[in-house]
């Protein structure tokens, strides 16, 4: 026979239990191994069997004993039966002592019916507080404080502390921790179910197709496409190939034409092809996603990540899908999976009576839903292609092998580009236009003139009316002699009238003009003349009229007679 513990001892198992100890830590406190621990407590709460009872029959329900004044141990308590083999290992001769004797005698007398005992009993002591089972917790008197400052979001850490510091609670960590997870899992809030009105919401969920055998034998599993009005439950379903951003759009598309209208709202998950950055207060949809819905009038709304039952409605149509319609089928194409799952829609889902709306599907959708969709428009959303670029150093960005310039503000910058083999539409990431641009062929460059910065653009690119603008600007010789220049030597002399104006920065316009008048004068027309002019800084020459009378002029008589003179005395 295997040794029996002290009375003592089981007393010191016992209260330590009810005050929240586990096994580990009575045994290390004990000297006892903790499944001793673990099997003194068991038959210590086995309820008592009455003699007549039948064998196998169910022991009855222990009463529940009140607590302290300390809120943790039983004062004055009536015990329920104590099952014999709970009165042989606790008051068994061999191992009691004096005082556990006592105890034992008390529990024997009582002989398996209804005993009042003093101050502790064994089986009373670990009963649990009325409504709950196991041992009391230790935060049990900060009940309500807990639970207020979890309502106030604060965590287990911040619990414990507060509790220490300011009430002066002797509690561990762990303890607080099991207290707050009991309170998490002991009141679930449940689900709410929210039903919408007519026309207001559709949802949309993917799942696996029925297999598909190729004409080379091979075999593919689709995807099937499934959206259902909420307040209807009218579905349409399509197997696509993929999950593209393109075949996204052409189901949803497909199915708004279908159903003759347009749902004000569309709650899918987070797949890759229509949210490029999941998040459930600021989600990042796909550009081409926004335009679809902008073109057709509604709003696309992302549920919160891995969470499946905001869009309950759709999850379970998709297995009605699976179950109903496709399982243990194959199809040659998926054109013929679409036929069948069209006419199946018809027939077979829209004439079933639903199990929580409990009306036929189709009669509501006819009757109440398809009046409540928004209009279509005049026609479908346009195809085109998009993608993300980066602007070249040079201001363009590649589509489709060809070049498309943008304005110098957006050079290194991502935008985003659409074209359609006609145009070239290019956005900035908020998706306003920026610029559009007339496809070209691969390899061409389409470059605005307006996108060339004024720093960049070449001399004789901006005409010879503008350079004689300048020229004006300096005065109206130098514009004459420009003038003279081109007509003289042609449009290459572009570059003359350009170094012309490029004189202004070392020379003033007064200088520049009268370089020019005087060149004009000699007839000089080259640029290197009125360089040189500038440098000697040459005063033009003065033209004097004939004067035929003056003091200091003699008449043509006195020369006469001077020369008459000077012949005779030479030959005289």
């Not at 404080?145 to 509690?171: F, N, P, S, W, Y």
């Not at 819905?293 to 869009?311: D, E, S």
């Not at 004439?351 to 279509?376: N, S, Y």
């Not at 004068?521 to 002019?533: T, V």
Request: hydrophobic content about 40%.
């Amino acid at each position: 026979m295997a040794n029996q513990l002290k009375m003592a001892e089981i007393h010191a198992i016992l209260t330590l239990r009810t005050r929240g100890w586990s096994y580990r830590r009575i045994a290390r406190e004990v000297g006892v191994h903790r499944e001793t621990v673990a099997r003194y407590v068991a038959l210590a709460r086995a309820p008592a069997k009455p003699a007549n009872a039948p064998i196998g029959a169910d022991p009855p329900e222990p009463a529940i004993a009140p607590l302290g004044p300390d809120g943790t141990e039983p004062v004055n308590v009536l015990i329920a039966p104590v099952s014999e083999p709970a009165i042989a290992l606790i008051g068994g001769a061999e191992a009691a002592t004096e005082a556990g004797g006592a105890a034992a005698d008390g529990l024997k007398a009582a002989g398996g019916g209804m005993t009042e005992v003093g101050d502790w009993s064994p089986v009373a002591a670990l009963l649990p507080p009325p409504g709950r089972a196991g041992p009391v917790s230790g935060c049990e008197p900060y009940r309500a404080l807990v639970e207020a400052k979890l309502a106030a979001g604060l965590t287990a850490v911040r619990i414990h502390q507060d509790l220490v510091g300011e009430h002066g609670a002797t509690l561990s960590y762990h303890a607080v921790r099991r207290f707050v997870r009991k309170l998490h899992s002991a009141t679930p809030l449940p689900f709410r179910r929210i039903e919408v009105a007519a026309g207001e919401e559709a949802q949309v969920d993917f799942g696996r197709g029925a297999a598909v055998t190729l004409p080379d034998g091979k075999i593919r599993r689709p995807h099937v496409f499934r959206i259902v009005l909420s307040h209807s439950r009218k579905g349409y379903s399509e197997a696509v190939a993929r999950q593209t951003t393109e075949h996204f759009i052409r189901c949803l598309e497909n199915a708004f034409w279908h159903f003759g209208g347009v749902p004000r709202t569309v709650v899918i998950d987070n797949l890759k092809a229509a949210v490029m950055k999941a998040d459930w207060f600021d989600p990042d949809l796909n550009p081409k996603l926004q335009a679809f819905a902008q073109h057709y009038g509604t709003v696309i709304l992302p549920t919160k990540p891995y969470t499946p039952r905001h869009k309950g409605k759709v999850e379970r149509g998709v297995g009605y899908v699976q179950d109903n319609a496709l399982k243990g089928r194959t199809f040659e194409s998926l054109a013929a999976q679409n036929r069948f799952l069209a006419e199946w829609e018809t027939t077979i889902a829209d004439q079933r009576i639903h199990g929580t709306t409990r009306q036929p599907v189709g009669r509501v959708f006819d009757q109440l839903e398809r009046p409540a969709l928004l209009p279509l428009p005049t026609g479908r959303f346009p195809s085109f292609q998009e993608g993300e670029r980066i602007v070249n150093r040079d201001g363009h960005v590649e589509v489709a092998k060809a070049y498309y310039s943008v304005s110098p503000e957006h050079v290194g910058r991502r935008v985003w580009v659409r074209w359609d083999g006609h145009v070239v539409r290019i956005f900035d990431r908020q998706l306003q236009q920026i610029t559009i641009h007339v496809q070209h062929q691969p390899g061409q460059f389409a470059t605005h003139p307006r996108h060339i910065a004024p720093q960049k653009r070449a001399g004789v690119e901006r005409g010879t009316a503008w350079w004689l603008r300048k020229t004006h600007a300096i005065g109206g010789e130098t514009a004459r002699w420009a003038e003279a220049l081109l007509h003289e030597r042609g449009i290459h002399a572009l570059r003359a009238v350009m170094g012309l104006i490029n004189l202004t920065r070392g020379h003033t316009d007064a200088a520049i003009e009268q370089a020019c008048r005087t060149a004009r004068a000699c007839g000089a027309y080259r640029l290197r003349d009125i360089r040189n002019l500038l440098k000697r800084q040459a005063r033009p020459q003065e033209q004097f009229e004939f004067t035929q009378e003056h003091p200091l002029i003699r008449s043509l008589a006195d020369y006469e007679a001077l020369v008459h003179t000077a012949f005779q005395e030479v030959h005289g």
